[in-house]
């Protein structure tokens, strides 16, 4: 996914904002462990400070997750929001530079949008604060319904030993 700063980059001062629709970029489902749903629609704002382009992006992905807790699939909504800067120079990445350079009328975002999506990827996704999971004895889905099973003496134990070690 390409922003065009063919105009933004003529005049300091100038500011646009575009709006970019399309599939994902495929550096992005490899970032993310879950499938992505829907198609990308990603604001993004780009800023001409006189030197330097200021390219603002966010958005929100749908993805296809599994609770961590319950193991049901649900749909997880991850919110990314990404600000980075620009040059129009010629040269490849340099790491010891702190903006980015591009060459000509359109900024590739690809990467930078896998970045933005991947990192705000939670670890262990949980379908909602309160899910009661499932039960470690017999695996009913406790935000169906409850179980008979009881706490097992060493599960017992293992909650004393726990209010033993809490800090006051
Ligand atoms: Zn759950
Ligand atoms: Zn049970």
Request: a negative charge.
């Amino acid at each position: 996914m390409d922003v065009r700063v063919s105009d933004v980059k003529k005049w300091a001062g100038r500011e646009e904002v575009q709006e970019l629709d399309d599939a994902w970029p495929s550096l992005a489902q490899e970032r993310v462990d879950f499938p992505l749903l829907d198609s990308a629609h990603i604001e993004v704002k780009v800023r001409n400070t006189g030197g330097a382009l200021i390219v603002e992006f966010s958005g929100v992905a749908n993805v296809e997750a599994q609770c961590s807790r319950c193991l049901e699939e649900f749909v997880l909504p991850i919110s990314f929001r990404m600000t980075e800067e620009f040059r129009e120079e010629p040269g490849g990445d340099d790491p010891t530079l702190d903006y980015y350079r591009f060459v000509g009328d359109k900024i590739e975002l690809d990467r930078f949008i896998a970045d933005a999506v991947g990192v705000n990827v939670p670890l262990a996704p949980i379908c909602r604060e309160d899910c009661m999971g499932l039960c470690a004895q017999c695996g009913a889905n406790l935000n169906v319904s409850a179980c008979t099973c009881r706490p097992t003496l060493d599960e017992r134990w293992a909650v004393l030993e726990r209010l033993a070690h809490e800090p006051d």
